[in-house]
């Protein structure tokens, strides 16, 4: 297998990973990762970038069965509303494509929240930046190494 970008600045600060390779399988949603994974849908979260009402971006983790409640989200980031930003225009901003968007470096780092239901596990699973590679991390390790915060993100479905 081999390294994204998103595992070598992992190793860079010294952050423990497991990697996880699913590129031949054919899965393409979260939920479908999850399953191929065999891993918990609530512990494999995905990336979706948004943007502000006041044009600033910002990053969302939630787990993959669940929708991200927009109205939270631009309560948590002071914003008077968010909205998901265009497919066409995520490679541009971030570096990445649609189904490889990882929090981890990005073009610019933006600020990044993750659904509060990530401090039930010791560790989440997400996008190591490539389609068809995701990584395990502990959920410490990126409050502590990666400054991003918890908040309740996500609707019901």
Excluded: W
Excluded at 82 to 108: A, D, F, R, W
Excluded at 120 to 134: D, E, L, P, R, V
Excluded at 135 to 146: G, I, N, P, R, T
């Amino acid at each position: 297998m081999e390294k994204t970008n998103v595992m070598r600045i992992l190793d860079q600060k010294k952050i423990k990973y497991n990697s996880y390779y699913y590129g031949d399988t054919g899965a393409i949603s979260g939920v479908e990762v999850a399953e191929v994974l065999k891993q918990n849908f609530e512990q494999v979260f995905k990336t979706l970038v948004t943007v502000g009402h006041s044009k600033k971006y910002y990053v969302f983790m939630i787990p993959v069965d669940k929708e991200l409640d927009l109205k939270k989200a631009s309560i948590v980031v002071g914003e008077k509303s968010v909205s998901m930003l265009p497919s066409k225009e995520l490679l541009n901003l971030t570096g990445y494509i649609h189904g490889g968007c990882s929090p981890i470096g990005m073009k610019k780092q933006f600020p990044v929240i993750i659904d509060i239901s990530a401090q039930q596990f010791s560790t989440i699973i997400f996008s190591a930046g490539k389609i068809g590679y995701q990584v395990e991390v502990s959920v410490l390790d990126l409050e502590e190494k990666m400054h991003y915060f918890f908040a309740s993100i996500v609707g019901e479905k």
